[in-house]
């Protein structure tokens, strides 16, 4: 699929429906993963060299090979079966500390975001979020602090409701290496 | 006759009667839709937006029909009409499974999907800011229905919430239904017997006279109707003071009981209600804060195994989600006819997600 055939097919006022966008999506993985697929199979090569050269090709292209490390059926021997596991973490292990980076970087970003057009059936206040307070979440959701998910969305969900100063005041703690406050029950207290 | 003529749970239904064709699991799900989300309700506004020309609200209030919004996603669908009750049919042949879905929009309907053995039952509404999935009628009508329902059969809240709510007398007021707040006679509530919402304001609890909660007289006579005193009365309950929204600004916030056991709406509640579905989804507002416990843990109806699914939505939410969970379930890609449903159901669950992510939404699905 080319670039100028992807933008045909998302072209259109409506979403797409379901059955079509799945294949869309399979069309568009194939192709995108088509080029680190055969990176995988040479680095499965018999061929001592090629399998190193291809190997190091696939620690270049990082968190670009990890999903098709994975996609690709579990190897027979043991060598490369560590070698796989080893590298699909690393790519996962940089990937994470990248975007671990990005959000930390928007914990200090007061922007309000744009406001969904609202259904007026809802029956509470829809409460401005900031970009600072949706970072705030998905670093304590990315940094898995040992919180259980339903404590983790729990808490998420009482940090929206704190008034602002107490939202700014919980960030800085976090900017300042503070663990995270456990809100819901330390406000209950 | 207002049932339809197809099998009322997953079963086998022709296991053995043929070697060479696999007969289709067909899997039943009922879709709840609560008071102000009836489809009378939905087709209002989209008629509404339609005359307006307003291209992103005909999209949306059509993208929540059911089942109009579900056909636009999985064309296909078999949607019909019989004596009033909406229902369709969709035949995965990947799955190899027939869907069946009832839209009922009633308390009792909802309450024996809920006893109905094998099924998946939705609730699509309000969430009552905790207190329960809530039926009414088509319109917006202030009255009991918004509480414990004016005929509590069919209409008014199915209770499945902590033992008290918090909850801004311009609710109240706005709505006009009776309810029971609670005396200042009484202790004020623990920590563990309140709603999430309630529980930063326990430290702050003040004892009222209706005459106390709002400076309007007339909506003092109003309050004191619907809390069943006099306007002059003596008696005292538990309040706080917040802000609910910025047109109402700082006002007298009330505890209410609200329960799910042993409550003015039994046996529409959970506690007088076994579930023998297989999966329940409520999706109204915060129902993961408010209902999650309850289910879970007061109620006792845990997971097991691959059985008792239950999903939630994690914040203040729009009803676009549910055609979105329902057209994920049915286009699961992979054989399900008489699988286990938790992988099916995760499907549903991640991709419904993946999609509120890219619309900007507010909540999730856990």
Redesign the interface.
């Known amino acids: 699929m080319t670039p100028e055939e992807l933008g045909h097919a998302l072209e259109g006022?409506?979403?797409l429906?379901?059955?079509a966008e799945?294949a869309l999506a399979a069309r568009v993985r194939a192709d995108a993963t088509a080029v680190t697929a055969r990176v995988v199979e040479l680095a499965r090569s018999h061929d001592p060299m090629l399998a190193f050269k291809a190997r190091s090709l696939a620690g270049r292209l990082e968190e670009l090979v990890a999903g098709t490390l994975l996609d690709a059926p579990p190897p027979a021997d043991a060598a490369t079966a560590v070698w796989t596991a080893t590298a699909a973490t690393a790519a996962t292990v940089a990937l994470r500390a990248r975007v671990a980076e990005r959000v930390r970087g928007l914990l200090g970003d007061r922007r309000v975001?744009p406001a969904?057009?609202a259904?007026t059936?809802?029956?509470?206040?829809?409460?401005p979020?900031r970009v600072c307070d949706e970072a705030y979440g998905l670093l304590r959701e990315l940094l898995e602090t040992g919180e259980s998910?339903?404590a983790l969305?729990?808490d998420?969900?009482?940090f929206?409701?704190l008034p602002e100063a107490e939202r700014d005041a919980e960030i800085a703690r976090v900017l300042a290496g503070q663990p995270f406050t456990r809100l819901?029950e330390d406000?209950?207290a | 006759m207002t049932a339809p003529a197809v099998v009322a749970a997953s079963r086998r239904t022709g296991e053995g009667d043929n070697t060479l064709i696999d007969p289709p699991e067909v899997r039943r799900i009922v879709l709840a839709q609560g008071i102000?989300?009836t489809r009378e309700?939905s087709l209002k506004l989209y008629n509404d937006a339609v005359a307006r020309n307003d291209?992103?609200?005909t999209?949306?209030y059509r993208s929540i029909l059911f089942p109009e919004g579900l056909v636009?996603?999985?064309?296909g669908l078999f949607a019909w009409e019989l004596d009033g009750h909406h229902h369709a049919l969709y035949l995965n042949l990947a799955q190899n499974v027939v869907y069946q879905i009832d839209l009922v929009e009633d308390k009792a309907a909802f309450r024996q999907a809920l006893l109905t053995e094998g099924i998946a039952v939705i609730y699509n509404g309000?969430?009552?800011?905790g207190r329960g999935p809530c039926f009414g009628p088509p319109g917006v009508f202030p009255g009991d229905d918004w509480e414990n329902g004016s005929a509590p059969d069919t209409t008014g809240i199915f209770r499945m919430g902590y033992p008290f709510v918090g909850i801004p007398c311009h609710?109240i007021i706005g709505h006009g239904y009776h309810t029971t707040p609670l005396p200042a006679t009484e202790p004020p509530p623990t920590?563990e017997q309140c709603d999430?919402?309630l529980?930063?304001h326990?430290g702050a609890l003040q004892a009222r006279r209706v005459s106390e909660m709002h400076a309007d007289a007339m909506l003092v006579e109003h309050l004191a109707d619907l809390f069943g005193v006099t306007p002059d009365s003596d008696e005292r309950f538990w309040t706080f003071l917040a802000v609910?929204?910025?047109e109402h600004g700082r006002e007298v916030h009330v505890v209410l009981y609200a329960g799910w056991e042993n409550t003015p709406t039994a046996p529409a509640d959970l506690g007088a209600t076994d579930f023998a579905c297989r999966m329940f989804c409520h999706f109204g507002?915060?129902t993961?804060?408010h209902n999650?416990h309850i289910l879970r843990t007061w109620k006792g109806w845990k997971r097991e195994g691959d059985d008792r699914l239950a999903y939630w939505q994690?914040?203040?939410?729009?009803?676009i989600g549910t055609n979105m969970f329902l057209?994920?379930l049915?286009?699961c890609?992979k054989r399900q006819d008489w699988q286990p449903w938790g992988d099916w159901a995760a499907y549903a669950v991640r991709q419904t997600n993946r999609e509120l992510v890219a619309g900007?939404?507010?909540w999730r699905v856990?």
């Open positions: 006022p409506r979403p429906d379901a059955p799945a975001l969904q057009p259904d059936r809802v029956e509470e206040p829809v409460r979020r998910r339903p969305v729990m998420r969900w009482a929206i409701r819901l406000r209950e | 102000q989300f309700d291209a992103y609200e999209w949306y636009d996603r999985l064309p309000h969430a009552r800011y609710e920590r999430p919402e529980r930063p326990l609910e929204d910025q507002c915060s993961f804060q999650y994690t914040d203040l939410a729009k009803p057209s994920y049915l286009t890609p900007g939404y507010g856990i």
